[in-house]
């Protein structure tokens, strides 16, 4: 009775930040290793389907490579972003369908595409996939609970969801939805290229708009694997960056950022290096920066005011950063510096695959551990 009324509660604390109706349930930590095999084939994306309402993520931070750091993060000031509502996150499982829908809500097909796995055999081609969302104006999601099994190195999380869709026309249709979102564990790859959590399978049917939720999401998944109840930690939106959470979010230059920096905690190098735009120009080959984080136990980040400016379909973010890092040897680090990070504009990428928010410089120097760093950081990126 008491998960029952912390869950309810959860969801109205969700449902008064943000227009879309999302439960966001369980959640996972970076190690989880719960496998479950996916249902036969079934296409998820009836041709009316709308678009789910979302909330803007927090925004994220960096870290510097080659100057290996130890994590801990404070948080960060407000970001200067017009990524205004973006979401881009793959954290957690019920967070990879949010940023789906919210790629279709803002007509980001391309985003929306590289979500699926293997879009091509999932949902058609990329013309089909577009067209099929021809009609839809909005939708709101609401999750029941996800399931999976422990296993070795893949995950496979089964979520049903409500699709309350609004049409261009103003109809509404209600869809009874159930997608399988697959992960393979980042820590057993050992050199780029990662493959991050995306959407396996998934199938909507429509459902009566007088139904109750709880009515509509206890069948959503009939004759998809369901299993118990996977040990998750990670948080929805946190960006500790923590060993004890799993970052994998783009939605923001700061975002982003720590994302790098929870992978570099968490020894994911191959993960850490997929942040990175064009990582052969920087940071530089695989093999050296992943040796140049040997000696990195924990990384601890404070961020600075993040400064923003677009430029022929392109937006460009300046992220000051600095960071307290402790080695293996027990010995204390600080370093200051700056990122700069790109995001050719969502709407105007049409053509496979999708290039997310990235790094594409640094600089870091190392200052005495006793500097206030609070004070380097307005000249960081200067």
């Known amino acids: 009775m008491k998960t029952r009324l912390l869950f309810l509660f959860l969801v109205l604390l969700f449902l008064s930040a943000c227009h879309g109706t999302f439960d966001v349930g369980m959640e996972h930590p970076s190690n989880s290793t719960a496998t479950l095999a996916p249902a036969a084939a079934d296409t998820l994306v009836p041709s009316n389907t709308p678009l789910p309402a979302a909330t803007l993520p927090a925004a994220t931070a960096t870290l510097a490579p080659g100057n290996p750091p130890a994590p801990t993060a404070t948080n960060p000031p407000a970001t200067n972003l017009t990524l205004t509502n973006y979401i881009d996150d793959r954290s957690t499982p019920s967070q990879v369908i949010v940023s789906f829908y919210n790629a279709i809500d803002r007509k980001e097909y391309l985003r929306a595409y590289n979500y699926w796995a293997n879009p091509a055999t999932s949902v058609g081609t990329f013309t089909s996939f577009v067209s099929g969302y021809s009609d839809t104006a909005s939708v709101d999601l609401v999750f029941g609970q996800i399931t999976g099994d422990p296993g070795m190195s893949q995950v496979y999380y089964t979520i049903p969801v409500i699709l309350k869709t609004t049409a261009k026309d103003n109809t509404h249709t209600n869809y009874a939805a159930c997608y399988v979102v697959h992960e393979t564990a980042p820590d057993v790859y050992s050199s780029p290229i990662i493959d991050p959590m995306g959407i396996a399978q998934g199938s909507a049917k429509p459902s009566s708009i007088n139904a109750s939720d709880a009515s509509v999401l206890a069948t959503a998944c009939n004759g998809f694997p369901v299993g118990g109840n996977p040990p998750f930690s990670a ?148």
């Open 235 to 382: 948080s929805s939106n946190s960006l500790n960056i923590d060993k004890s959470n799993f970052v994998d979010n783009r939605s923001g230059p700061i975002e982003t950022v720590s994302s790098l920096l929870n992978a570099i905690n968490l020894k994911q190098y191959v993960r850490a290096y997929s942040y990175f735009q064009d990582p052969a120009t920087f940071p530089g080959s695989y093999n050296p920066y992943a040796a140049g984080y040997a000696g990195t136990d924990v990384i601890t980040a404070t961020f600075g005011t993040v400064q923003s400016e677009g430029a022929a379909g392109s937006l460009y973010f300046k992220v000051p950063l600095a960071m307290k890092v402790l080695t293996t040897s027990n010995a204390t680090q600080t370093f200051v510096g700056c990122y700069i990070l790109r995001l050719v504009q969502p709407a105007v990428q049409a053509t496979p695959p999708f290039q997310p928010l990235g790094i594409t410089a640094g600089n870091f120097k190392q200052v005495d551990n006793s500097t206030d760093v609070n004070t380097l950081l307005p000249a960081a990126c200067n």
